[in-house]
């Protein structure tokens, strides 16, 4: 019996040990959780002969964590934009194109190309771009390092 006793504490006290484990992997998990929606997110690498884009500057990529600083400027961005003005944007009804580099100040920098409507390109994989249609179409960059945004370019109408 004293041994029965000695191997279900031991048993208990593992359990009890994994158990600890997977709650803290649970507190990791959930520390990582993106603000961004990446299902309305494509990834585009830098292509040299779009200089209009970036020059002066490598391709990059973007971690969890830089999306979410993207995040939280782009709230900042909407915020500012939307004082004062009739036509209010909100980031929800678009999807989005990503273009990273890094500058030659060793900065990373992001385009964002936002669009309602991406036609029938293929818009995970070629750049949308179009002329006029208005604020369904805006571009703008994203400083991570100074996180800050500039270069905004909303599309005229016809």
């Known amino acids: ?6 191997l ?15 709650d803290d992997q649970q507190l990791i998990d959930k520390s990582q959780i993106l603000l961004s929606d990446t299902s ?6 830098y292509d040299t002969s779009r200089h209009w884009i970036f020059s002066d500057c490598e391709q990059s990529s973007i971690s969890a ?6 995040e939280v400027i782009l709230k900042q961005f909407v915020d ?17 194109q990503y273009i990273a ?17 991406q036609g029938s390109r293929n818009w995970k994989e070629e750049l ?10 805006f571009n703008l960059k994203v ?5 800050t945004f500039y270069d905004l370019i909303v599309n005229g109408e016809a």
């Open 65 to 70: 964590k830089e999306m979410d600083e993207i």
């Open 143 to 147: 400083n991570l390092a100074t996180r």
């Open 80 to 96: 500012d934009y939307n004082i004062n003005k009739e036509t209010q944007i909100n980031l929800t009804r678009y999807k989005r």
């Open 40 to 45: 309305v997110i494509a990834i585009l690498p």
């Open 8 to 22: 279900l504490s031991v048993t208990l006290l593992l359990m009890t040990c994994q158990t600890r484990k997977t």
């Open 128 to 137: 949308v771009i179009v002329k006029d249609g208005g604020n369904c179409y």
């Open 1 to 6: 019996m004293k041994y029965f006793l000695i």
């Open 101 to 117: 580099v890094t500058n030659r100040n060793d900065q990373k920098e992001v385009w964002i190309n936002f669009f309602c409507n």
